[in-house]
């Protein structure tokens, strides 16, 4: 089994910043992908980004191009979400998931992750 533990939520005023961590740990992957997605009260859980184990390929939601960063440190089996200009509608559940096909066409789609983390919650005030 993989866990995974997502660490760095919190409350932010708006325009601020916030880096999200997540650490995977357990039976590991030569290579797997890694991706964040968050739930916002009464939503659906949606895509935000997705990196590749050699990150040959890295994809944003429109929603957070050019303020969200995602990146990762293999070695730490670590992938982090660098957040800034935040804004109220980033408000939510942050969770890491990963990819055990390191996969790329559905990056997007929940069901092409196979363990998911708890969650962390980011609460960006006006």
């Known amino acids: 089994q993989v866990q995974l533990v997502e660490s760095g939520g919190g409350l932010v005023q708006a325009g601020g910043s916030l880096r999200l961590s997540c650490a995977a740990s357990?039976?590991?992957?030569?290579?797997?992908?890694m991706g964040w997605f968050r739930q916002a009260p009464g939503k659906e859980r949606e895509f935000v980004a997705v990196?590749?184990?050699?990150?040959?390929?890295?994809y944003y939601a429109d929603s957070v191009k050019g303020r969200f960063t995602i990146s990762r440190d293999n070695a730490k089996n670590t992938v982090y979400l660098q957040m800034n200009s935040l804004k109220p509608e980033d408000t939510g559940v942050y969770y890491c998931?990963?990819?055990?096909?390191?996969?790329?066409?559905?990056?997007?789609?929940?069901?092409?992750?196979?363990?998911w983390g708890q969650g962390t919650q980011v609460t960006v005030s006006t």
């Open positions: 990196i590749s184990w050699s990150r040959e390929y890295i």
């Open positions: 357990g039976r590991m992957f030569s290579s797997y992908a």
């Open positions: 998931a990963l990819d055990v096909n390191n996969g790329r066409t559905t990056y997007y789609a929940m069901d092409e992750y196979d363990y």
